[in-house]
């Protein structure tokens, strides 16, 4: 059978980053679909993968590659930021080759698996949950209705009504799954923001599954026990990194795991790995500041990480408390100070926004911001996700714009501390200048151009920033 994986096309960094023109940098690898394809492969399907974001495709320049595979069925991907592209390309292939059978998976089918036949009439079917022992026996019994739908994790119609299987089991061993079908991707694709890289080839690799803290109001995985951390060992993951550093002329890896800098034991096994297969790269990678010692820190380095991401979201105590971030501002100041000391880059994201906040409290954050002096910091509109225990207390707390509003880059939601929409964008902009057009930031950027790539690099940063700073718009 053939079998065709889709990431759908989509305006992320327009959406994210205000950016309307194409560019060759913002684009990761649709890691899950290249899984998915290893498990088909190994029952001798055809498997095509289409990142039609990374290939910044229109709605129809996606359609005519599709006619031309000629596709039995089309997985589809996507998180609910993208959940209205799917929509609409799985309506129009439909329409357009009524033979083809749509499949939907990814995080939006995960939380929203009991809506989304009523919405998109395009999608025949529905994999919620991790879909690792599901999808070859779906690939096998596609056209067999009565092993079909005895399926654990599918969503399916019969006789006008929707049909919710209970959840298949996840894996509890992720050494047990197979590594991405590598040889399926267009690597060149794929490269970071400006800055956001230090070599070239980059490839990104999540590690593990769920988080260990499961408890931030504003992402859904909190309170959901069923979502629990699992973790590849040092072992597994530097078998992988093996394999793109020899096979593919990989030389830096962006870790996307949700909590990658934690455990000292798990992360020395890996330093000492990589020393013994005498694998030289350097790695960018996420962590909470509350699991992160000078130990931690020093390991890392070591291994060669040169950059980690933060999630601050707020420099006022009450409102991290609010969220259940489960982190203070002197831990914050504590990691911040020890990996500007040890030479790792810091990216610090903040929430501009939350319910409870007003302009002082906004302003406080900017002024820790400025205080903890991270490489870069990122100030988002805070969007409360419908399905969030962020969403329900901003119901009662504030006024919502659009709430199906699936970006980054755009006001959504206005709490009650605020006059109106303006007051926010205006606060967030103030934010991006008081941080970035500082004497002391300017310098650093310029240290950093040492030849004309990274002249290049720095331009495509200045006006990555300085779009987010000035992106005003009518409410």
């Not at 799985?90 to 939907?104: D, H, W």
């Not at 999808?135 to 119609?157: C, M, S, T, W």
């Not at 300017?442 to 006006?463: D, H, P, Q, T």
């Amino acid at each position: 059978m053939k079998i065709l994986l889709i990431q759908p096309p989509n305006k992320f960094l327009e959406q994210s980053y205000g950016i309307k023109k194409k560019v060759k940098f913002g684009h990761l690898p649709p890691l899950g679909i290249g899984i998915l394809a290893s498990y088909l492969e190994m029952d001798n399907h055809e498997v095509h993968l289409l990142d039609a974001s990374a290939l910044q495709l229109s709605m129809d320049e996606t359609l005519e590659r599709i006619h031309c595979l000629q596709p039995n069925v089309i997985g589809h991907s996507t998180l609910t930021n993208y959940a209205d592209s799917v929509k609409i390309l799985s309506n129009r292939i439909k329409a357009e080759m009524p033979s083809v059978v749509n499949v939907l998976g990814g995080p939006h089918a995960t939380y929203f698996y009991d809506q989304i036949l009523d919405e998109m009439p395009g999608i025949d079917h529905i994999i919620y949950g991790e879909a690792d022992l599901v999808i070859r026996d779906y690939a096998r019994y596609l056209y067999e209705p009565d092993k079909l739908f005895q399926i654990p994790g599918l969503v399916y119609r019969r006789e006008g009504k929707v049909i919710v299987n209970p959840p298949a089991p996840m894996i509890e061993t992720l050494d047990e799954v197979p590594m991405p079908a590598f040889h399926l991707y267009e690597m060149s694709l794929y490269r970071p923001l400006p800055f956001q890289y230090q070599r070239l080839p980059v490839f990104s690799m999540i590690t593990s599954r769920g988080c260990w803290w499961r408890k931030c109001k504003f992402c859904f995985q909190a309170g959901r026990k069923a979502v629990h951390f699992r973790r590849q060992s040092p072992k597994r993951v530097v078998e992988e990194i093996s394999i793109l550093y020899h096979q593919y002329g990989i030389r830096e890896i962006s870790f996307w795991d949700d909590t990658f800098i934690q455990q000292t034991t798990w992360l020395t096994q890996f330093n000492a790995l990589l020393k013994e297969k005498k694998i030289d790269i350097t790695f960018s990678a996420s962590g909470r500041v509350n699991a992160m010692t000078e130990e931690v820190l020093q390991t890392i380095q070591q291994a060669g990480c040169w950059s980690m991401f933060l999630g601050i979201e707020s420099g006022n105590q009450d409102l991290l408390d609010m969220i259940d971030k489960g982190i203070t501002l002197e831990q914050a100041r504590n990691v911040v100070k020890i990996a500007n000391r040890l030479g790792i880059e810091t990216r610090a994201a903040f929430m501009l926004g939350l319910p409870g906040e007003d302009p002082e409290k906004a302003g406080q954050t900017i002024a820790f911001a400025i205080e903890l002096d991270p490489t870069y910091a990122i100030f988002y509109a805070t969007h409360p996700r419908v399905g969030t225990q962020l969403y329900d207390i901003a119901i009662n707390a504030g006024t919502f714009l659009d709430k199906n509003f699936h970006g980054m880059s755009k006001v959504t939601y206005v709490p009650e501390g605020y006059k109106d929409a303006m007051q926010l964008e205006q606060t967030i902009q103030s934010a991006y200048r008081k941080f970035y057009l500082r004497p002391h930031m300017m310098l650093k950027y310029l240290r950093k151009v040492r030849s004309l790539e990274s002249l290049k690099e720095a331009i495509n940063g200045f006006f990555l920033y300085l779009g987010l700073s000035r992106n005003t718009r009518k409410y």
